[in-house]
């Protein structure tokens, strides 16, 4: 039976209706589609990339309950995060977003570990989203060490504590007040059993902030925490929750290590104007070590401040001739009244009692004022 003129026609306009409107209805969706779906990480250390340059972790440790960041555009947020942990002890977690190398997982093209005396600059901003009812502080993470490792626990971490909400402080005790880009901080000092940590925390909320790492990484060094010729393995921005913690966010951040300066102890550097010598008198875990620092340069140096870093296992029990700051890791020795000053080619020196465990070893290397030695 064949079909009349007036029904193919029919047919034909009704076909062609539908597929405008399948067409519209296509236009629709992709106009209200989102350019990509945020990425959910729910796996205890699962990260995930963005921006192309940058690492977000869920990196949940101190717990067994269930949590999951959602990675953005540009930061993170925290979408699931149960259970909680007693506030005068470690946090649950720290999820967060970095650059550089954290246990073996480095962000693409980071150019970390970096020396700390070859970076010129380390400009990183950060916005958080805050919440109530939560027990958290808001953490900006810097962590150094005298080698370029990429895995495994740093010697030194600097905590950036941008806020905090609950009955909660950071390791070790307050020392003192310092300004440090433009702002005044408490200062606390620490170890909480595998590394120093030294924790510059805000007296209020702050929530968005543009400022230069290495102000604080030069604190640091000053206060005798690290060395400028250890390095700069990650940069990291996040939060520690100790009671729940949902929808804390990371709405943007960035990092960037600016190198270029000359590494003074390496080739093309200038020659180190002190020279060590390090004589240690060992026996079965105890051992004295005499110390002597000549100045090498042609100016006389006042105030001085001899940094180095004990090898694991060891303790320093008394000194004379000096008073070192720290007992284990990165040691500071300052001088006496007596012996504050070095003469050009003049020397002067101090002494020390300690403990060590597994075998002895010197130290590696010694830095005078924050400029390397080289040792005799």
């Known amino acids: 039976m064949r079909s009349s003129p007036h029904r193919l026609r029919t047919v034909r306009a009704l076909f062609g209706a539908l597929l405008t409107t399948l067409a519209t209805l296509a236009a629709l969706l992709a106009a209200t589609a989102p350019a990509r779906a945020d990425t959910v990480v729910c796996e205890q250390f699962g990260s995930t990339v963005i921006q192309g340059r940058y690492v977000v972790q869920n990196n949940r440790w101190g717990t067994s309950a269930p949590q999951c960041v959602t990675a953005t555009d540009t930061g993170f947020r925290v979408t699931q995060a149960d259970g909680s942990v007693p506030t005068n002890g470690a946090p ?37 989203g805050y919440v109530s009812g939560a027990v958290y502080n808001a953490s900006y993470d810097i962590w150094l060490d005298p080698t ?51 924790s510059f925390v805000a007296p209020s909320a702050i929530s968005s902030w543009s400022f230069d790492v290495m102000d604080f990484v030069d604190q640091t060094v000053a206060r005798g925490l690290a060395q400028s010729n250890w390095y700069l393995t990650s940069v990291q921005a996040g939060f520690e929750p100790w009671q729940n913690g949902a929808g804390l966010a990371v709405n943007s951040f960035s990092s960037t290590v600016n190198t270029g300066g000359q590494d003074p102890g390496g080739p093309g550097g200038p020659a180190a104007a002190c020279q060590v010598a390090y004589e240690a008198n060992v026996w079965q875990g105890g051992f004295t070590a005499d110390v002597t620092v000549k100045n090498t340069g042609s100016a006389a140096v006042d105030g001085w401040k001899l940094g180095f870093t004990l090898p694991s296992g060891q303790r320093v029990a008394n000194a004379w001739n000096a008073t070192l700051s720290g007992t284990s890791g990165a040691v500071t020795a300052s001088p006496a009244a007596h012996n504050a000053r070095i003469a050009a080619g003049g020397t002067q020196s101090f002494g020390f009692q300690g403990t060590y465990s597994g ?14 030695c080289s040792v005799a």
């Open 92 to 128: 649950k977690s720290y999820p967060s977003v970095f650059n550089g190398c954290h246990y073996t997982n480095c962000s693409p093209g980071t150019n970390l570990p970096a020396q700390l005396s070859t970076i010129s600059s380390a400009p990183s901003s950060i916005s958080y």
């Open 148 to 198: 370029p490792r990429t895995d495994g626990v740093n010697r030194t971490e600097i905590m950036i504590w941008f806020n905090r909400v609950g009955p909660i402080q950071p390791i070790g005790s307050q020392v003192g007040t310092a300004s440090v880009g433009g702002r005044s901080w408490e200062v606390w000092t620490g170890s909480n059993g595998s590394n120093d940590v030294i």
């Open 359 to 372: 075998g002895f070893a010197e130290p590696a290397g010694f830095t005078l004022n924050g400029t390397p």
